[in-house]
Nanobody, 117 residues
């Protein structure tokens, strides 16, 4: 089992930047893809960005052009660089692998991102 711990969230003004980190307890190289998800109060958890082991990425339309996902397999860490933050980005951010036939793996505590206007 790969345990994931998110960090890097905080309070930032609109237009600011944050970099989130997702540290894994074991190697993530063998995992085909990793993703960042977020959940705002009263809303469903949504996929924000994903990256394959080969480096291919995709993004939700709402963050495209502002967020960048990357991974460092040697450090077993996935990152989410968030620029030009908007109040609508306020949410708890989680990392996880995409679901398989048995669903998602366990969710961590996430990291809170709050963007003030």
């Amino acid at each position: 089992q790969v345990q994931l711990v998110e960090s890097g969230g905080g309070l930032v003004q609109a237009g600011g930047s944050l970099r989130l980190s997702c540290a894994a307890s074991g190697s993530i190289f063998s995992i085909n893809a990793m993703g960042w998800y977020r959940q705002a109060p009263g809303k469903q958890r949504e996929l924000v960005a994903a990256i394959t082991s080969g480096g291919s990425t995709n993004y939700a339309d709402s963050v495209k052009g502002r967020f960048t996902i990357s991974r460092d397999n040697a450090k077993n860490t996935v990152y989410l660089q968030m620029n030009s933050l908007k109040p609508e980005d306020t949410a708890v951010y989680y990392c996880n692998a995409p679901p398989n036939s048995r669903g998602f793996g366990s969710w961590g505590q996430g990291t809170q991102v709050t963007v003030s206007s």
